[in-house]
């Protein structure tokens, strides 16, 4: 299977705190998306970035790319109870469809 | 235009019956995909069509799938002879050409399917 991992797959914190989620893939992409979904829900894109990207920025998103290592993570800073969700990441190898990973599941305790 | 809308949000449905989803995307995107979600997992992909042309399908659809998108517009993923273990949230996502796949998809919210 060419569907990408992630780390860990479930993470329990505080509200305030930072959250941060990594994502390993296995073959050549031309970018990498993440995604949240809420219970029962369908997925809502977060943020991408492209393969010759190192860091990006969104809001309280910040997301890193290392191709070298096949690897991304996610940071979420001062959580809040409503990021409480599933993430996922997937990856393009191309033009084509967009593989995803298997998901972390947050919990954001108020 | 309100997003992408899939119908109905739920089915229930015995083994052996046939079943029929619609996906209606956003109106200017190209590209329609059909993924299957089972819990606790990540989606995984089925197959996708850009306009009215179906350019791959996975493995994953048998010949009990059939899906089609007679005039580029929506899109109707149909299961023939239903089992247990087609059981999963079916989801539809739509996006501009994949030049343009810069932008991430756009999914509706889903499909339920439970085969009793």
């Known amino acids: 299977s060419q569907q990408g991992e992630e780390d860990p797959q479930a993470l329990s914190i505080q509200e305030g705190e930072n959250a941060t989620m990594n994502c390993s893939y296995k073959?050549?992409?031309?970018?990498l998306q993440w995604y949240r979904q809420n219970s029962g829900r369908g997925l809502v894109h977060l943020i991408l970035?492209?393969?010759?990207?190192r860091e990006k920025h969104s809001g309280r998103l910040r997301v890193t790319l290392d191709t070298s290592k096949k690897s991304s993570s996610l940071l979420i800073t001062a959580s809040r109870a409503a990021d409480t969700a599933s993430y996922f990441c997937?990856?393009?190898?191309?033009?084509?469809?967009?593989?995803f990973g298997t998901g972390t599941k947050l919990q954001v305790i108020p | 235009d309100t997003g992408v809308s899939q119908n109905p949000r739920h089915k229930i449905t015995k083994r052996g019956q046939n079943v029929t989803f619609r996906c209606d995307p956003i109106?200017?995107?190209?590209?329609l995909y059909w993924y299957r979600q089972t819990l606790g997992q990540g989606p995984e992909f089925l197959t996708y069509?850009?306009?009215?042309?179906?350019?791959?399908k996975s493995r994953l659809l048998s010949d009990r799938f059939s899906a089609e998108r007679p005039k580029g517009s929506f899109s109707t993923l149909e299961i023939q002879r239903t089992e247990q273990g087609d059981s999963a949230m079916y989801l539809c996502?739509?996006?501009?050409?994949?030049?343009?796949?810069?932008?991430?998809?756009?999914f509706g919210s889903g499909t339920r399917l439970t085969v009793v």
């Open positions: 996502a739509s996006s501009l050409d994949g030049r343009q796949l810069n932008y991430g998809y756009t």
């Open positions: 073959t050549s992409i031309n970018n």
């Open positions: 970035i492209r393969s010759n990207e």
């Open positions: 997937a990856h393009s190898g191309g033009y084509q469809k967009v593989t």
């Open positions: 109106s200017e995107h190209n590209r």
């Open positions: 069509f850009q306009n009215e042309a179906q350019l791959e």
